[in-house]
């Protein structure tokens, strides 16, 4: 528990760091008057996927980490090639689809459900982002 709880908790700042400079970046790009709508849109859509990418990049590393060198969990189920399949569950938690194939267990249970609720948080994020740049640029179109 000494290594398991710092470690989700560096996972989610980092992930929340990631995200943040994303948004950043992504606002100082829609600074820049030469940029139109429609073009920020789709840039914005790529760099937010991309960032989300990264994001569960970052929490598969961690469970990988915490199974092979830690042994606090492991995962279970239809496991077929390791490193994919941390892609895979990373994706299916961090989405919170959760389709229950792959199953953890012992501590990385915890950190399953902690990659959801960042999740969650860093996808509402992004669309409230988005949102609230839409609506402040939209009307620049028709100028």
């Not at 980092?14 to 073009?39: E, P």
């Not at 389709?99 to 959801?116: A, H, N, S, Y």
């Amino acid at each position: 528990m000494l290594v398991v709880l710092p470690t989700i908790c560096f996972l989610v700042l980092l992930s929340v760091g990631v995200h943040y400079n994303a948004l950043v970046w992504l606002s100082s790009f829609l600074l820049r008057r030469s940029v139109n709508v429609r073009r920020w849109v789709a840039v914005s859509i790529l760099g937010l996927l991309l960032a989300h990418v990264i994001e569960i990049f970052i929490f598969s590393v961690g469970y990988e980490m915490l199974e092979k060198f830690g042994h606090y969990g492991e995962l279970t189920g239809e496991i077929r090639e390791q490193t994919r399949d941390y892609w895979y569950f990373s994706f299916v938690s961090y989405t919170s689809l959760g389709f229950g194939d792959i199953v953890p267990t012992g501590w990385l249970r915890m950190m399953t459900g902690i990659e959801t609720l960042t999740g969650l948080i860093l996808i509402a994020w992004s669309a409230s982002f988005l949102f609230m740049q839409m609506e402040r640029h939209w009307d620049d179109e028709s100028r």
